[in-house]
């Protein structure tokens, strides 16, 4: 089995793969001299991971510490571990991030596990598990979504992964073609990805320029299976791209990205929606969402596969049925272009519009930095355990933009910028 994964990996540039690295050192969170960093893997993305360690201290990095996790132990867990194991999570661990976080440490996570891994498992146990991470997660992830420290996610092609991506070419070609398709989404296909990316980032700031200029009071799609008004936060702001955090330091969280995001107003909410893209959460695909929102709550859920997990999910917390981001990307971004489905949110999210179910950002809000929990819920953030992106857009979805007094004014026509 090892012989074969090396041979695997064998396919994969390993200029490119080197390039990767170097882009989520220096573009992904801008790393500072003395600065320690905080790394989570799967150990099947080890080749990419080592060469992120490399770079992070040749940019002068403090303490690089690795968490590595592994699918096959991640199974043992569920075939093997007694049930009341499932309501329990590391808690000392991420408590110890959050305090690393805490100390302006950085966090950077490599993704790259099989999308599928927890479809045959125990679908009350899958959710048990999550809730019980979701809640002990919330010190580090608040550090996180508060916008406290750069941050950023990258991805490694894993045969796993590669197989559901690409499921009648053999393994070694599989993960060529998954390699391929990151290393181009991710902008290091090109001679030079660092000036590639502040061209793309000043590009993703003129869109949020425009979008921040008009102030929405809301925004309203309509499209197949879709007639939803989304209301924004009082006082939000939308971020795409490089974005400060409140450490100071200029970072771009998502590699790759083609989104613009804001905050909507969690209680203005009103209408029904449907995906246009499967969501792979937690090792299950859940495809064919339709919901219903009334006061800014999802009252009616439905989906063609997943329901059960779709509907434990939405059950986590007050705030699970409430939206915490709303995004927009053109259907022509090159995800999009690529006609793959990636099953994976950091890759499908930027092929698509999107609505994020549970915990809002305080950094899309106007000196988001500065205000309190209190006062973000106050002007419509919400709050909760969760955060879960899933595709809304497609060529065939318009959305207007809906100012205070009722004018509209047209946002995006299939797709596409208007």
């Not at 981001?325 to 995800?335: C, F, N, R, T, Y």
């Not at 609505?355 to 809000?365: D, T, V």
Request: hydrophobic share 40%; net charge negative.
């Amino acid at each position: 089995m090892t012989t074969h994964s090396r041979g695997v990996s064998a396919t994969i540039d390993p200029v490119k793969l080197d390039r990767l690295a170097e882009v989520a050192i220096k573009v992904g969170l801008q790393l500072q001299p003395g600065q320690d960093l905080v790394l989570t893997s799967s150990i099947a993305a080890l080749p990419l991971t080592r060469r992120i360690v490399e770079h992070a201290y040749k940019a002068g990095a403090g303490l690089v510490t690795p968490i590595l996790n592994d699918d096959e132990m991640t199974l043992a867990r569920f075939r093997y571990g007694a049930d009341a194991g499932f309501d329990h999570a590391a808690g000392w661990l991420y408590e110890g991030m959050a305090k690393a976080f805490a100390n302006n440490a950085a966090r950077l996570a490599v993704r790259g596990e099989d999308p599928s891994l927890l479809s045959a498992q125990d679908p009350a146990k899958v959710a048990r598990a999550n809730r019980a991470n979701s809640i002990a997660y919330q010190p580090a992830l608040e550090k996180i979504t508060g916008f406290d420290i750069n941050w950023n996610i990258v991805a490694y092609p894993d045969l796993a992964w590669a197989r559901q991506v690409f499921p009648d070419d053999a393994d070694d070609v599989a993960v060529a073609k998954l390699a391929d398709a990151i290393f181009a989404a991710s902008r290091v296909d090109v001679d030079d990805p660092i000036g590639n990316w502040t061209a793309h980032n000043a590009a993703l700031r003129s869109r949020t320029e425009w979008l921040n200029g008009h102030n929405f009071h809301a925004l309203h799609f309509t499209g197949p299976g879709t007639d939803l008004t989304v209301g924004l936060a009082d006082g939000h702001e939308w971020v795409g791209g490089a974005s400060t955090a409140r450490n100071g330091i200029t970072c771009n969280p998502n590699i790759p990205t083609e989104e613009v995001f804001t905050t909507p107003h969690a209680r203005r909410v009103e209408g029904h929606v449907s995906s246009t893209k499967p969501l792979s959460y937690q090792g299950t695909l859940i495809d064919g969402i339709a919901v219903r929102f009334e006061e800014g709550r999802i009252v009616e859920a439905k989906a063609s596969r997943g329901e059960d997990v779709l509907k434990k999910v939405l059950d986590t917390d007050e705030g699970s049925r409430r939206l915490g981001e709303v995004a927009l990307v053109p259907h022509s971004s090159p995800i999009a272009a690529s006609g793959l489905l990636f099953f994976n949110t950091l890759f499908d999210e930027n092929a698509a519009c999107h609505i994020a179910l549970g915990q809002c950002y305080s950094k899309c809000f106007v000196d988001g930095a500065s205000l309190t929990q209190d006062e973000i819920a106050a002007r419509g953030g919400n709050k909760s355990f969760i955060h879960i992106d899933w595709m809304i857009g497609s060529d065939k979805v318009d959305i207007d933009g809906v100012g205070k007094d009722g004018s509209r004014v047209p946002v995006m026509r299939k797709g596409e910028w208007a």
